[in-house]
């Protein structure tokens, strides 16, 4: 547990970089802290590791004033991970994996051995351990900059905009991966992020940062989305907190429809039938794996020559899928938007078909949750 | 032609002629080489042995490094001549008449390449290593000299360059190894042959010396062969920093302070 009581950083030209900061960081858990730049998320951040000396109110350590500890062994005991890696150009990946283990004194063949571990845990191959890291991409080269700050295997993990220096694709995966390693390690992280996306990603708890360094509000994700407190925190958020909040919602609720999907070698006729019966404008096309084919559209089957089966239709793409165990509403609304005929596909985890949501069911749905 | 070919077979014929005397240590053009090695290796290894330090201390405190650079500078453009003859009084004509002079020249190129070597180490492997748990002095041998390694050894290769070419002059207070072969024995008795090899010889030892210290580079730092599209700061900070060393050296005429990128903090905790 990581407290700030009442923790200033007031720099002589009159600077307010962080202001009587209160908030306490729950062992084991992911807290961001997020904010626009100038507002002291970085500061805060570097208190805990004494990089950053308050000059006001404290920073505890399970109850224990770090003032009190040597910053240099304090550092060895928290593990940080820095915007564009910061690895040692000189030294290999393995050698800057051990860095911390070799700092505390272990042999090295002992700490070689925990940074192939380590590796191993990050996803890197074992030939990479003897290159340099300007032979690694930005994304491979944040792999070792969090493998290294694990390796004395710390307590509390310290990450200041880790992924921000990496392309989308690449920031994704790299924000999966730390979701993964979480699960298994449980230790207490605080990120730094100016991206509230990924704030609402990775975190249990946010720390939501005003310019001045003010802490504008502490909560879960869920109710940041759903009720932020004030005006700033609200613009921050973003104008499609409310779609964003879908994330929180699973979509294995939602009513799915199985009778507008047919196999491509129903007779057009009966699928025309079924969907004018229901007053359905569109029908979904799966082979016989049950895998998605496509949309057809009532009106073009009326139009089908008689006997020909929906198979030889031209079908509208049937664009993104969702899974319905897996994904949440917000994967299906977006699904939903994508999708030719504004209908969702929802899929089981093999990408057969398991139905397909309507706009009304999910409407419905929306309602639901909101509020 | 003919004639040409003659002369080349002349100059190659004084020059086995008198390679070494058996018998008479100091007789010959093999002692000649031998003094000039030393001289100039002597006063690059000591240049060297100054240049970190004081390279050290203009990273730590700031203010000092315009002072210091001028100064060094204006050293440089004191005629090599000049200062060989103001040392005559005090060493006499050993062989720190020439060394001390030749060590104060090297410090115009090594000086600002060690401090810019330091200055280029990026931030964020700084800022990595501090929240390591890196004590200060740690860091400093463990990390940002290291990293600084390249371009001091491009300042070494200017200035290995530099200096064995300049030891010649030298042999105006009677030392200057191969330089005596040029003076003595070729101007001064109209001789051609010795200005040759001597020559030769001189553009060969600097030639070996830069080979050798490429070699000493790619062993000590295999981790500097940018090879891919990432080639970063580190090879412009080296190519910057040996241009700006050849361009004085080439010239003789001291440089300015110069301009550093950003302002940086070092190992202040």
């Given at each position: 547990?990581?407290?700030?009581e009442?923790?200033?950083?007031?720099?002589?030209?009159?600077?307010v970089?962080?202001?009587?900061?209160?908030?306490?960081?729950?062992?084991?858990?992911?807290?961001?802290?997020?904010g626009?730049?100038?507002?002291?998320?970085?500061?805060?951040?570097?208190?805990?590791?004494?990089?950053?000396?308050?000059?006001?109110?404290?920073?505890?350590?399970?109850?224990?004033?770090?003032?009190?500890?040597?910053?240099?062994?304090?550092?060895?005991?928290?593990?940080?991970?820095?915007?564009?890696?910061?690895?040692?150009?000189?030294?290999?990946?393995?050698?800057?994996?051990?860095?911390?283990?070799?700092?505390?004194?272990?042999?090295?063949?002992?700490?070689?051995?925990?940074?192939?571990?380590?590796?191993?845990?990050?996803?890197?191959?074992?030939?990479?351990?003897?290159?340099?890291?300007?032979?690694?991409?930005?994304?491979?080269?944040?792999?070792?900059?969090v493998?290294?700050?694990?390796?004395?295997?710390?307590?509390?993990?310290?990450?200041?905009?880790?992924?921000?220096?990496?392309?989308?694709?690449?920031?994704?995966?790299?924000?999966?991966?730390?979701?993964?390693?979480?699960?298994?390690?449980?230790?207490?992280?605080?990120?730094?992020?100016?991206?509230?996306?990924?704030?609402?990603?990775?975190?249990?708890?946010?720390?939501?940062?005003?310019?001045?360094?003010?802490?504008?509000?502490?909560?879960?994700?869920?109710?940041?989305l759903?009720?932020?407190?004030?005006?700033?925190?609200?613009?921050?958020?973003?104008?499609?907190?409310?779609?964003?909040?879908?994330?929180?919602?699973?979509?294995?609720?939602?009513s799915?429809?199985?009778?507008?999907?047919?196999?491509?070698?129903t007779?057009?006729?009966?699928?025309?039938?079924?969907?004018?019966?229901?007053?359905?404008?569109?029908?979904?096309?799966?082979?016989?794996?049950?895998?998605?084919l496509?949309?057809?559209?009532?009106?073009?089957?009326?139009?089908?020559?008689?006997?020909?089966?929906?198979?030889?239709?031209?079908?509208?793409?049937?664009?993104?899928?969702?899974?319905?165990?897996?994904?949440?509403?917000?994967?299906?609304?977006?699904?939903?938007?994508?999708?030719?005929?504004?209908?969702?596909?929802?899929?089981?985890?093999?990408?057969r078909?398991?139905?397909?949501?309507?706009?009304?069911?999910?409407?419905?749905?929306?309602?639901?949750?909101?509020? | 032609?003919?004639?040409?070919?003659?002369?080349?077979?002349g100059?190659?014929?004084?020059?086995?002629?008198?390679?070494?005397?058996?018998?008479?240590?100091?007789?010959?053009?093999?002692?000649?080489?031998?003094?000039?090695?030393?001289?100039?290796?002597?006063?690059?290894?000591?240049?060297?042995?100054?240049?970190?330090?004081?390279?050290?201390?203009?990273?730590?405190?700031k203010?000092?490094?315009?002072?210091?650079?001028?100064?060094?500078?204006?050293?440089y453009?004191?005629?090599?001549?000049?200062?060989?003859?103001?040392?005559?009084?005090?060493?006499?004509?050993?062989?720190?008449?020439?060394?001390?002079?030749?060590?104060?020249?090297?410090?115009?190129?090594?000086?600002?390449?060690?401090?810019?070597?330091?200055?280029?180490?990026?931030?964020?492997?700084?800022?990595?290593?501090?929240?390591?748990?890196?004590?200060?002095?740690?860091?400093?041998?463990?990390?940002?000299?290291?990293?600084?390694?390249?371009?001091?050894i491009?300042?070494?290769?200017?200035?290995?360059?530099?200096?064995?070419?300049?030891?010649?002059?030298?042999?105006l207070?009677?030392?200057?190894?191969?330089?005596?072969?040029?003076?003595?024995?070729?101007?001064?008795?109209?001789?051609?042959?010795?200005?040759?090899?001597?020559?030769?010889?001189?553009?060969?030892?600097?030639?070996?010396?830069?080979?050798l210290?490429?070699?000493?580079?790619?062993?000590?730092?295999?981790?500097?062969?940018?090879?891919?599209?990432?080639?970063?700061?580190?090879?412009?900070?080296v190519?910057?920093?040996?241009?700006?060393?050849?361009?004085?050296?080439?010239s003789?005429?001291?440089?300015?302070?110069?301009?550093?990128?950003?302002?940086?903090?070092?190992?202040?905790?």
């Open positions: 547990m990581i407290t700030f009442g923790a200033a950083k007031l720099y002589p030209d009159g600077t970089a962080v202001d009587d900061l209160d908030l306490t960081v729950e062992t084991g858990q992911t807290t961001v802290f997020v626009p730049s100038g507002s002291g998320k970085t500061t805060s951040l570097r208190m805990i590791n004494r990089m950053v000396e308050p000059t006001g109110g404290a920073v505890l350590i399970d109850g224990d004033d770090i003032r009190g500890r040597d910053p240099a062994e304090l550092r060895r005991s928290i593990g940080y991970v820095i915007q564009q890696a910061g690895l040692f150009p000189h030294r290999t990946v393995r050698d800057n994996i051990a860095t911390v283990p070799l700092l505390l004194g272990w042999n090295r063949s002992r700490a070689r051995a925990r940074a192939d571990e380590l590796m191993e845990l990050v996803g890197l191959e074992p030939s990479q351990a003897g290159r340099y890291p300007h032979q690694l991409s930005g994304g491979q080269q944040q792999r070792v900059g493998a290294r700050a694990l390796a004395a295997d710390p307590p509390i993990l310290l990450m200041d905009e880790p992924f921000s220096a990496v392309d989308p694709v690449v920031r994704a995966s790299l924000q999966d991966e730390l979701l993964r390693l979480q699960a298994d390690l449980h230790k207490t992280i605080v990120f730094v992020t100016h991206d509230i996306d990924e704030a609402v990603r990775l975190g249990d708890r946010i720390a939501v940062f005003r310019p001045g360094g003010r802490l504008a509000q502490y909560d879960t994700p869920e109710n940041l759903a009720a932020p407190r004030d005006a700033f925190v609200e613009s921050f958020v973003g104008y499609d907190r409310g779609v964003r909040r879908l994330s929180f919602f699973p979509a294995r609720d939602l799915l429809r199985e009778d507008v999907v047919f196999g491509d070698g007779p057009v006729t009966e699928a025309a039938a079924v969907a004018r019966g229901k007053g359905e404008p569109w029908v979904l096309v799966v082979d016989g794996d049950r895998m998605p496509g949309w057809a559209a009532a009106d073009r089957l009326d139009r089908a020559p008689a006997g020909a089966a929906l198979g030889s239709l031209d079908l509208a793409p049937y664009g993104h899928t969702f899974d319905v165990g897996a994904d949440s509403l917000r994967a299906a609304l977006d699904a939903a938007v994508l999708s030719p005929a504004g209908r969702a596909v929802g899929v089981d985890s093999e990408g078909v398991a139905g397909v949501v309507t706009q009304d069911d999910l409407g419905t749905a929306l309602w639901s949750v909101a509020e | 032609m003919g004639g040409a070919w003659e002369w080349a077979v100059v190659l014929d004084w020059g086995v002629a008198n390679w070494s005397y058996p018998g008479e240590p100091d007789r010959g053009i093999l002692p000649r080489l031998t003094e000039h090695m030393r001289l100039a290796y002597l006063s690059i290894l000591i240049g060297l042995a100054v240049a970190v330090p004081l390279g050290l201390a203009c990273v730590r405190w203010a000092l490094y315009p002072p210091v650079l001028t100064g060094v500078n204006v050293l453009a004191v005629p090599s001549i000049a200062l060989f003859f103001l040392m005559l009084p005090y060493t006499g004509f050993s062989d720190w008449t020439a060394v001390v002079p030749l060590a104060l020249y090297t410090l115009v190129i090594l000086l600002p390449n060690v401090v810019d070597g330091l200055r280029q180490v990026p931030e964020h492997v700084r800022q990595a290593a501090v929240a390591m748990g890196f004590s200060p002095l740690r860091r400093l041998v463990f990390v940002e000299m290291p990293v600084a390694v390249p371009v001091v491009a300042g070494l290769r200017v200035a290995s360059v530099a200096t064995i070419s300049m030891v010649s002059v030298a042999s207070v009677g030392l200057g190894g191969l330089g005596q072969l040029i003076l003595s024995e070729g101007f001064r008795r109209q001789f051609d042959a010795p200005i040759v090899v001597g020559v030769l010889l001189t553009v060969l030892l600097a030639f070996v010396t830069d080979a210290l490429v070699l000493a580079q790619r062993g000590l730092t295999p981790w500097a062969r940018r090879d891919d599209r990432r080639s970063g700061r580190g090879r412009r900070a190519a910057r920093a040996s241009a700006g060393a050849a361009a004085r050296a080439g003789g005429t001291p440089a300015g302070e110069r301009t550093t990128p950003g302002e940086r903090q070092p190992w202040t905790s």
